[in-house]
């Protein structure tokens, strides 16, 4: 019960924020905010931040972490450039590049699933020891540069739009309706949240939480495919740093849309209101001129607005 009015306030507070956000920028810059070509801009820049946050989500409602998102998003990415530049276009090669890149995803998750369920390694050491092993095998492998210009076939996801709405955004609120699915509505989704809240007595319930940790891992990295499609499709290339500034931002967007560090709860519609929040306070700001600098300062500034708001909020549940 006080978890869902943890969940309900959290969800009120993003509202409010929002709220303020529009309407600061509403009388800022009026013409230029609510300008087609801003919210294009916004609906382009979120899908790829919006998949790693949910890949970042569904660990940490475990009580885990995955800091290796980034690196996986990389490799999947170099994997499936690789194939795309070196087969002639056709429907085998578009298979061949999926499977590539989901075989890829599957390996790692794996690992890291196998290091935090079965060895018992911390999360955040595990995924740390696989995010440098895997940024240093990106590196090596590409030779710190890019393999680009990439077929039609994966670059019309970025350059179409579908009544007017980006297709990268289409696929975007795709995974959400698929990773709420999972999370509200299926056996699996229920045990990561029982995970989260008490893994022994889970486990002593009888349910194999090992498994579903893995499984967990595995998931978040096949997460880490989309965003890497969609980042190639974006930029027509791929390469060993892209996306290294999306890691912390994705754990800010995680928490700040009610996902409890702890694991137990939160849900996916909170963390896609502070993802719109996040964005149209990091336009509004480009707009004006200031510096990315201090827009980080600002989330991390929000962050802690947010934590404390929230601790308020707990101790006055829980009559401390």
């Known amino acids: 019960m006080s978890a869902r009015k943890v969940k309900d306030n959290v969800e009120i507070y993003l509202s409010l924020l929002i709220g303020l956000v529009v309407m600061t920028f509403s009388f800022l810059i009026p013409d230029v905010f609510w300008s ?22 569904i660990t940490m409602l475990t009580g885990g972490i995955n800091l290796s998102i980034i690196a996986t998003m990389n490799a999947c990415g170099l994997v499936m450039a690789w194939v795309a530049t070196h ?50 095998i990106n590196i090596l492998i590409s030779r710190g540069s890019a393999i680009s210009n990439f077929p039609d076939y994966i670059l019309t996801i970025n350059s179409t739009n579908l009544l007017g709405i980006p297709v990268p955004l289409l696929v975007f609120l795709a995974v959400v309706a698929v990773i709420w699915v999972i999370l509200e509505k299926s056996a699996f989704g229920r045990t990561i949240y029982l995970i989260g809240s008490n893994e022994q ?39 060993a740093s892209y996306g290294e500034s ?40 480009n707009i004006l001129g200031v510096s990315s600098y201090i827009t980080m300062a600002l989330w991390g500034g929000l962050l802690l607005a947010f934590i404390f708001l929230k601790g308020i ?5 829980f009559g401390r």
């Open 36 to 57: 087609s070509a801003n919210f294009q801009s916004i609906a382009s820049q979120m899908p790829v931040l919006g998949v790693l946050a949910l890949a970042m989500a």
């Open 87 to 136: 087969y002639p276009p056709s429907v085998g090669s578009m298979a061949l590049v999926l499977l590539a890149g989901l075989t890829m995803a599957i390996v790692i998750g794996s690992v890291n699933g196998f290091l935090i369920a079965v060895v018992r390694v911390s999360p955040i050491l595990a995924t740390l020891g696989i995010m440098t092993l895997l940024n240093g």
């Open 246 to 285: 999306y890691l912390l931002v994705s754990i800010l967007a995680a928490v700040l849309g009610g996902i409890n560090p702890d694991g137990g709860f939160g849900k996916v519609f909170g963390m896609v209101m502070a993802l719109i929040l996040l964005q149209m306070l990091e336009s509004g700001l």
């Open 201 to 239: 007595a889970t486990h002593y319930s009888g349910i194999n939480t090992r498994k579903t940790i893995v499984w967990v891992y595995i998931l978040s990295s096949m997460l880490c495919v989309v965003a890497a499609l969609l980042m190639m499709s974006k930029l027509n290339s791929a390469k």
């Open 313 to 317: 909020n707990l101790s006055r549940l």
